[in-house]
């Protein structure tokens, strides 16, 4: 078995855990929601989204390190790097677009959401 091949299958396992946080973590998220209505717990779909975008964020983190050692170990060729660019790209617009879902400002600007919170 080459180093190319063992990288290859490392960066499977690694997607496999991205996509696996992706799914067991919707479904785990899921379910606390439906407790969380039977109980009748205030803003439970408010902590349904929160949940959800955190476990999307952890999965994108991990599906990223894949496609890094794909891209960069396995197969470095000028298109490939120029792809994991691109999905880089589209991924971490995701991941802004979901903390401003989760936290309710742009990253840069939590600090006045924080001190407003706080009654500063």
Do not use: C
Not at 28 to 33: E, Q
Not at 48 to 58: A, E, H, S, Y
Not at 66 to 85: C, F, K, Q, Y
Not at 88 to 109: K, M, Q, T, Y
Request: glycine content about 10%; aromatic content about 6%; cysteine-free.
């Amino acid at each position: 078995m080459s180093y190319e091949d063992v990288l290859d299958n490392v960066a499977k396992v690694v997607e496999g855990v991205g996509a696996a946080i992706l799914v067991l973590g919707g479904i785990a998220m899921l379910a606390l929601y439906v407790r969380r209505l039977f109980e009748h717990t205030p803003g439970a779909y408010t902590e349904l989204r929160r949940n959800l975008g955190r476990v999307i964020l952890l999965g994108l983190e991990i599906l990223i390190i894949g496609d890094i050692i794909r891209t960069i170990a396995v197969d470095p060729t000028l298109e490939n790097v120029a792809v994991l660019g691109l999905i880089v790209v589209i991924r971490i617009l995701l991941s802004f677009s979901l903390e401003v879902e989760i936290d309710g400002a742009w990253p840069w600007n939590r600090w006045k959401t924080k001190g407003q919170a706080d009654g500063g």
